[in-house]
């Protein structure tokens, strides 16, 4: 494993779990820098005080003290951006900044520390509305359909410009939807938060013919160290897998695993379309499954479904809300 270690929104939902694996296989170091827009101490509630962890709340936004952090460090996971695709036609400024010049600042800081191995965080989002599904890691032309997804292509041309130009060593991560306990995010928290304030009736963002790939986040943070230990030992500079499931479900699936987990019956749905064709939003990929060959090809298969991911997610996040009085 490694000494030293980064971890860029490592107090977010997937970069917290990362924070565990590494706690756990003993790294020595870890440091975490998240300005907690969106992440919480709470996610590493049980690391905080210990001699391994490091904490440094810094907007990565702005290129600062927080750089010298990654002097001596083996590896960084850069997991910062604010994923709310939804945002993106609104607001595009946002992602901009906060998933592309953050990019550029970490990728900065990486450089003048000289730290050698690195994964990027990028998204299924990148393919946009690939006419090829299962969608594989070499599927051209990438088309991006929100800025969300632009700037995560932008991310990679960046890591790519710098792995080449000074020799680092990048995993490019692909996720698909990530999902699982501590999720603050997404379709699933979406419903669980509207079914707690009205039971009766539930509003679903789309036609609910959406349909996606979920991987569970356990899974994915195996996956992700997985094609780390690849990229690392027999990797070229820059590797690009795809992490995600075999399985799909539809929005309406999920709704309906939702309303069973939290007990209701005869709940009305409402379904309202962004755009004519029924997506949630402008910039909603309506179909999505990657294509994990390449990532099997090298030794890692998930054994949660799309469907399981997403009924143990709306357990925990039902049990959250419920614990904590809150929706
Ligand atoms: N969850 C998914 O389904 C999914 C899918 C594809 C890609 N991703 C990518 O994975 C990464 C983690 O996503 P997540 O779902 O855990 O989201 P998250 O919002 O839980 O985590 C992001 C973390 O980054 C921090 N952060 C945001 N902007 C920052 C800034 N300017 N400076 C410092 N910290 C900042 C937040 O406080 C948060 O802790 C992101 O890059 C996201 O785009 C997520």
Known sequence: MFRKAVVTGGAGFIGSY??????????????????????????????????YLRFVKADLKRFGEWAEEFRGADVVFHFAANPEVRISATEPRIHFEENLVATFNVLEASRLGDVRLHVFASSSTVYGEAEKIPTPEDYH??????????VKLGGEALYTAYSNLYGFKTLIARYANIIGPRSTHGVIVDFVRKLMRNPRELEILGDGTQRKSYLYVEEAVDATLHA???????????????????????????????????????????????????????????LMLLDISRLKSIGWRPRISSREAVRLTARSVIERFRASGSS
């Open 18 to 51: 990362i924070v565990d694996r590494l706690a756990d296989a003993g790294v020595e170091e870890i440091v975490v820098i998240d300005n907690l827009s969106s992440g919480s101490l709470g996610n590493i509630a049980r690391h905080v005080g210990k001699p």
């Open 141 to 150: 032309p990438l088309n991006p359909i929100s800025v969300y997804g632009a």
């Open 228 to 286: 780390l230990r690849y990229t690392a030992e027999q990797g070229r500079n820059v590797e690009v897998f795809n992490i995600g499931n075999e399985d799909w479900v539809t929005v309406v699936e999920i709704a309906d695993i939702v309303v069973e987990e939290m007990g209701l019956r005869n709940v009305r749905y409402r379904f309202r379309p962004a755009t004519p064709d029924g997506r949630g939003w402008p910039g909603d990929v309506k």
